[in-house]
Each structure stands twice: as structure tokens, then as C-alpha cells.
């Protein structure tokens, strides 16, 4: 797979970047910093085929990373680049340096940070910036899609068997809370094809069906076709909820395409960006109808604190309390560092790269890869089963390392998952994963695979 250039959307995307990091101007470091991590060699059309090397380790070179480990657990935790880091500590000291006066309501630092963060995020999803909530994780949207959609008593939930396990505790709180009904399906893993996928969701839909939640990217490494499953939730008169903390910046994410009705996604895994950065979408009509997580008011000269829980305005979501803003300043930065390569291209080598350890490991006995070595199935996570390593006892999303002969890999386990691979539902299992990022080089993937087949062969 080679990719030759950038797509017109991508295009569009680095110029909403450059056009949102002028709006009234940065503080002088931080133009410092965007301009170093610009790169803009890495924009250069007849650049990046997959297996460029020379190419890929300019990318690497953006990044600190630690000398003698190999790191295959971006899908539990990303790294951001240096100038990402240095842009979070300049902002972070200036803030602290400022009087209390200069930080008041009236006279606020940097009073255009948030604009041109919702900016870059909005455009790095395909939709309007007044379209976005800046939120501190996944989770904080998710939950209020959960928590505060309106449903009736009797009206279902539908989700799948491979969420983030405290989702599944919200929705057993909204059960009880409303007498709401929450279903799982059970995707197939690994999954033959896309209609498989499809063909499980449309069958699980059911005439009370309301609202329907699915990953974007599976831990499983599993992408979902979004399209074809909002076309069928719709359908249905339901609404579609995507986490896609596991797909942004990972595989191209443009909700337009999706059409789904929420979607929220942080951007400390693949994303690069700051831990406690995330972005929320709501479709533009529904927001009047989703309240708030938390409390938001507007100020009115004469009524005092009104209420925000019914105003189409997405910026109700961003009112929960104190939060670091030295994060949300850097974001942009991340995001213009990936709009730069493309995300096509970023797809392209992370599929090469799974290709080229995964190939090999599926030729180990009792080997079985949760997810088809497909770019249109998977791109650089990939879960796995093998019964010489089957982490039973470790708990989820732990970094646990291999040995190398030239260092330590780290890779993951998942939560435990029930029906994988044909096995009975009670005989639930956590399953390994790894994942490649833009980071990764074609050597740490070859000492990925040769460690396995060590380990294999030292098993005999």
C-alpha cells in the first residue's frame, strides 16, 4: 500500500490548523514550538510510502522516546511530542506566574486558547468548531450521553461486548436509575468480514431500541464500518454513539461520513496530544435535547443564574469546574503535527507495520489474532490469544514487558472478554495486544516477532 499525497479533506484540515493558530495570535514560545513541529517536509506528496524509512524517522525524531524499550502500548497510553511537552510547560508557567488580577473573569490569559483549540479539533473530525465541546476525556462524553439522554422506562440501550468496562457499570446506574433495558451483542472476533459486523447489529436491534453505542476501533483492533451501522441504527429510529478515543489519529476519523449523533474521543493515545484533552460532538439538532453532566448556568442581568440544560449551545459541556488549561493550550500543536503527515498516510504504515510482525506471529501454534490483517479490518492495534501467554491474572490495560535480545517490548492485555474465537460465553478471557505507532520502526517490529517465536521455540 503506498500512499503518494494527502486527500482533499486533509488539505482543508492543515489549513483550518494554520488558520486557527493565527487567530489573534500565540504567546511567542508557542509560535516557536508550532513552527519547529510543523515539519513541513513531512507534507511532501511523493513522501511517506509505508516502508519509507528515512521518512518515517524524521516523524520519530519529533518524539522523546526512551532508548533500549520498545513501546506497543499506545492504545492504553500515547506519547506526545516534544514540542507538545515544552508548549504544555510554557503555558503552565505562565499561568502561575500571573497575578490574581490578571487571571479574573474580566481579564483572562490568553482569552483565544479555547477557540483555537475547539478550532483544530473540530476541523481534525470534519465539522464546525461551534460544533465541539472541549472535555477532559472520553469518558466525560460518553457518560452524559448515557446518563442524560432522554429515554422512557422500558426503552433499550444497545452495546457491545467489547466497551471499556466502567461503561457498562454507568449503564447498569442507568438502569436502575430509569428503568432503562441495556443489551449487549457480541461482535464476531475475529470478524470475517464487515457485513458480519454489520449483519450482528442489525439483528441485536430490537422495536425499543433508542440508543445504540459502539467503538470506533475496537481493543480487539477491530474497525467498525460506522456508515453502514448508523445507516441500519437509523433506520431503526435510534440514535448512534461512537467512542473514538481508539480511532483518532489512528485511521481517518470524519463524522460527516460516520453519521453518527455523538461521538467523543480523547487524544492521549494515538492523537499525541495531552492527557485531559478530548473533544465531544453532538449532532447540531439534538444538543437542546441532551442535557449537560454537569450543571450549566448563563449569567442574565435580570434573572440572575439561568439554567443551560436545553441550550443548543455546545459549550454547555465544558462546564465542569477547574481544569488544566496549559493542556488544551498544546493541543493544537498535536493535532497540526498529524493533519501534517495525513492520516491516510499514518493508516498506510501503521497496516504495513502490523503486517510485517503479525504475518509472523500467525504462524505460531495455538497463535490467533483477534482481528483480519486487513487494512479495512485493522491498522496498528492488533489483540491476540496464545495459550503459552495467556494473562489471566494480569489486570486490564497494564503495560507487561517481553524480553528482547536487545532491550524490553512492552505490550497490553484487555479487559475480559466472553465468546471470542467460537469459545463458550462463560469462558471469558483477557487477550493480549499490541499496537504499532507513528513512532514505531520496522526493527522494533522484527524484534517484536522475533521474541515470539523465542518464546515459542523455548516452549518446545
Not at 480511532?247 to 499525541?272: E, N, Q, S
Request: some cysteine.
Amino acid at each position: 500500500m503506498q500512499v503518494t499525497g494527502v486527500s482533499r479533506r486533509e488539505a482543508l484540515t492543515q489549513l483550518a490548523f494554520f488558520g486557527a493558530a493565527a487567530v489573534r495570535g500565540g504567546p511567542p514560545l508557542l509560535a516557536v514550538t508550532r513552527a519547529r513541529s510543523a515539519r513541513p517536509s513531512l507534507a511532501d506528496p511523493k513522501r511517506g510510502a509505508p516502508d519509507e524509512e528515512p521518512y518515517w524517522s524524521e516523524v520519530r525524531e519529533a518524539f522523546e522516546l526512551s532508548c533500549g524499550q520498545v513501546n506497543l502500548v499506545t492504545a492504553v497510553r500515547g506519547v506526545t511530542t516534544r514540542a507538545v511537552r515544552e508548549s504544555i510547560e510554557a503555558e503552565a508557567g505562565r499561568l502561575n506566574s500571573f497575578r490574581a488580577r490578571e487571571l479574573g473573569p474580566f481579564k483572562p490569559n490568553n482569552p483565544d486558547w479555547r477557540d483555537r483549540a475547539r478550532a483544530a479539533a473540530a476541523a481534525f473530525i470534519g465539522v464546525e468548531r461551534n460544533e465541539v465541546a472541549l472535555l477532559r476525556n472520553t469518558t466525560e462524553g460518553v457518560t452524559t450521553v448515557l446518563l442524560e439522554w432522554p429515554l422512557a422506562p422500558g426503552d433499550e440501550i444497545l452495546t457491545t461486548s467489547t466497551e471499556h468496562g466502567p461503561f457498562y457499570d454507568t449503564l447498569a446506574r442507568r438502569a436502575t436509575r430509569d428503568g432503562v433495558v441495556v443489551r449487549r451483542v457480541h461482535l464476531p472476533i475475529p470478524a470475517p468480514s464487515a457485513d458480519a459486523i454489520i449483519q450482528a447489529i442489525d439483528a441485536a436491534l430490537g422495536p425499543h431500541t433508542r440508543l445504540v453505542m459502539v467503538p470506533h476501533v475496537a481493543l480487539t483492533g477491530q474497525i467498525l464500518p460506522l456508515r453502514a451501522i448508523a445507516d441500519r441504527v437509523h433506520r431503526r429510529g435510534a440514535h448512534l454513539l461512537v467512542d473514538g478515543v481508539l480511532g483518532i489519529g489512528h485511521v481517518p476519523t470524519d463524522l460527516r461520513a460516520m453519521d453518527c449523533d455523538f461521538y467523543a474521543a480523547g487524544f492521549h493515545k494515538w492523537g499525541c496530544g495531552p492527557r485531559a484533552t478530548a473533544v465531544f460532538w453532538v449532532r447540531p439538532e439534538l444538543v437542546s435535547r441532551l442535557p449537560s453532566l454537569f450543571g450549566s448556568v448563563r449569567e442574565d442581568p435580570e434573572l440572575g443564574h439561568v439554567s443551560q440544560w436545553d441550550s443548543p449551545s455546545m459549550t454547555k459541556y465544558e462546564s465542569y469546574g477547574a481544569h488544566p488549561e496549559s493542556q488544551f493550550y498544546a493541543l493544537p500543536d498535536a493535532l497540526e503535527f498529524l493533519s501534517t503527515i495525513g492520516l491516510a498516510r499514518i493508516q498506510a504504515r501503521l497496516c504495513w507495520l502490523t503486517r510485517r510482525w503479525a504475518t509472523r506471529a500467525a504462524q505460531l501454534e495455538g497463535f490467533r489474532l483477534a482481528v483480519r490483517l486487513d487494512p479495512a479490518h485493522c491498522a496498528g492495534l492488533v489483540a491476540w490469544d496464545w495459550p503459552l501467554y495467556v494473562p489471566r491474572h494480569s489486570p486490564p490495560f497494564t503495560p507487561r514487558p517481553l524480553l528482547s535480545p536487545d532491550g524490553r517490548i512492552l505490550v497490553g492485555v484487555t479487559e475480559f472478554y466472553g465468546g471470542v474465537f467460537g469459545i463458550p460465553e462463560d469462558a471469558r478471557r483477557r487477550l493480549w495486544i499490541a499496537n504499532a505507532g507513528i513512532f514505531t520502526t520496522a526493527t522494533e517490529v522484527d524484534h517484536f516477532a522475533d521474541a515470539l517465536e523465542g518464546v515459542a521455540k523455548a516452549r518446545l
